[in-house]
């Protein structure tokens, strides 16, 4: 029963009807208790396809009973989804993270439910999408029901990469605009900019490293021409410290993606930094960061957006930074990128790549020079299979 303004998780879940489409909200805005209602009406529902980017926490996509009634259409695989949208009851959209308000706006995919989580009213009775607008403005914006509900995160630093951190520090000039994703690598390059000043931040996302770069005026966003002074960015994700930082905070605009991501805007703020990661790259530079093979593993998301906004930009960098190795000794740069694997950065928009034994800088080289650079920063024990793959490849080196 309704009781005022309000209502349980699963009298708000009952608005949805066999065969719609439901958008949930994404990253540390996941409204985790209203998606575990609907969930446990798998019983009574088919055909609901849910659309969302990533998601966090357990929510119980991947329970046997919930594939019957849900098809997981996702537009940024997560970890939680990962198996789903694999399997039977799930795929995936490849699409950039800024045209994805476009799916919506033009009822390409289009909504008849959005569930969200937002925060509580404030003194006038307004409520926002507090960390998290992302995608999710759009997603409100179009559909004709939304239910809306009213999240701590750390990252573990080691040695490689405190080195790769301290690479991509060496990289970024005082007065740049930055940015960098989540996870232990960002944090760590965060962490190296200790002796910088006048940063700016325009980017996808940002974490709790951000806190102290402005609390101790490395980043004053000063010499940025879009937004000036303030920190762009359309969602965060981290611990109870970051959301209290951001929370009714002047120093921040929240905007949407299709805004924050759009190549012509982030060029024109000056020297951009983008600092993304990737799963491989083959020796001529092209990066797989959305798959495994023919496993979906993330998405698209913003890296292209950024990278080229970051190209253009002027005295721009755009760097893909990882470790050289995966957690089982593999090396992430190969020969040849794994049959199926998606490219989400092309050869051509390489510039920077770093890992914990260098950089190698690609931009004007020609395939064999790029090979060199790339096997040259790889882990030592894989250099000399590489090696001998470029030879295979190009043969000797005349020059």
């Known amino acids: 029963m309704v009781k005022g303004n309000w209502m349980t998780a699963e009298e708000a879940v009952s608005l949805v009807r066999s065969g719609q489409r439901v958008f949930l909200q994404g990253s540390a805005a996941t409204p985790l208790a209203l ?24 929510a119980g996509f991947g329970a046997p009973e919930v594939g019957e009634s849900f098809f997981m259409n996702s537009l940024f695989v997560s970890g939680n989804v990962r198996d789903v949208v694999n399997g039977p009851h799930g795929d995936h959209v490849p699409v950039f993270l800024s045209e994805i308000p476009r799916l919506f706006d033009q009822r390409i995919l289009p909504l008849d439910v959005a569930i969200v989580h937002v925060s509580p009213p404030d003194a006038h009775g307004f409520c926002s ?9 759009a997603a ?16 573990l630093i080691g040695e490689r990469e405190q080195r790769i951190g301290g690479q991509c520090a060496a990289l970024i000039e ?56 303030r920190v762009v960015t359309s969602f965060a994700f981290g611990t109870k410290r970051l959301y209290d930082f951001v929370h009714d905070n002047p120093q921040f605009a929240f ?68 470790a050289s190795t995966t957690s089982k000794g593999e090396s992430k740069i190969v020969p040849f990128l794994r049959q199926g694997a998606g490219v989400v950065t092309t050869r051509a928009h390489m510039h ?48």
Do not use: W
Request: proline share 3%.
């Open 174 to 229: 005082d007065g740049s605009t930055i940015q960098m994703g989540i996870g232990a690598i960002p944090d760590a390059i965060l962490r190296e900019l200790d002796g910088h000043k006048d940063l700016g931040v325009h980017t996808e996302m940002c974490s709790n490293g951000i806190i102290d770069l402005l609390e101790n005026g490395i980043v004053t966003n000063r010499f940025k021409k879009k937004h000036p002074g």
């Open 140 to 155: 409100v914006r179009n559909a004709p029901i939304l239910i809306a509900a009213e999240i701590d995160y750390s990252s």
């Open 129 to 137: 999408l507090g960390v998290s607008v992302d995608v999710a403005r």
């Open 35 to 58: 998606i575990r209602a609907l969930l446990k009406r798998s019983g009574e529902l088919k055909d609901v396809e849910l659309v969302s980017i990533s998601t966090f926490g357990d």
């Open 255 to 322: 905007l949407d993606a299709q805004y924050v991501n759009d190549g012509k805007v982030i060029r024109q703020n000056p020297k951009v930094v983008a600092i993304n990661s990737a799963i491989e790259i083959d020796l001529t530079g092209q990066v797989c960061a959305d798959s495994i093979g023919t496993f979906q593993y993330s998405g698209v998301g913003g890296q292209l957006d950024f990278m080229r906004g970051a190209a253009l930009s002027e005295g721009g960098r755009p760097i893909i930074a990882m």
């Open 352 to 399: 920077y790549l770093v890992t914990e034994h260098g950089v190698a800088y690609l931009y004007g080289k020609n395939l064999r020079q790029r090979a060199d650079a790339l096997a040259a920063v790889a882990h030592p024990d894989h250099r000399e299979e590489l090696d001998r793959a470029v030879f295979e490849r190009f043969g000797p080196k005349v020059r």
